[in-house]
Nanobody, 125 residues
């Protein structure tokens, strides 16, 4: 069973930055695509960013494009989300997820096989 543990969340003022990290227990980490999703109170979980197993290709939700950067370190089994120019509407629990499809840029939560517990990000205005 793959375990994912997120870290790096917290409280930040609008315009600030945070870096989230997700550590995976899976040794064959590069065989998995990885993504970040988020869920705000009372809202559906939504896609944020995805990266292929090799790290060569990424894709972002329109709402974060140009502000967030997803990256991964396959040697250390981590996937990060650098969040810049944060807005109050970015407030949510952020979750990382892995899929057994390393070459596809999947955006549906149903396509993901393993999930972390999430880390809270709060952006104050």
């Amino acid at each position: 069973q793959v375990q994912l543990v997120e870290s790096g969340g917290g409280l930040v003022q609008a315009g600030g930055s945070l870096r989230l990290s997700c550590a995976a227990s899976e040794r064959m980490f590069s065989y998995y695509g990885a993504a970040w999703f988020r869920q705000a109170p009372g809202k559906e979980r939504e896609f944020v960013a995805v990266i292929t197993g090799s790290g060569s290709t990424t894709s972002y939700a329109d709402s974060v494009k140009g502000r967030f950067i997803i990256s991964r370190d396959n040697a250390n089994h981590t996937v990060d989300l650098q969040m810049n120019s944060l807005k109050p509407e970015d407030t949510a629990v952020y979750l990382c997820a892995l899929t057994i499809h390393p070459y596809s840029l999947l955006r549906r939560q149903e396509d993901y096989d393993y999930w972390g517990q999430g880390t809270q990000v709060t952006v104050s205005s």
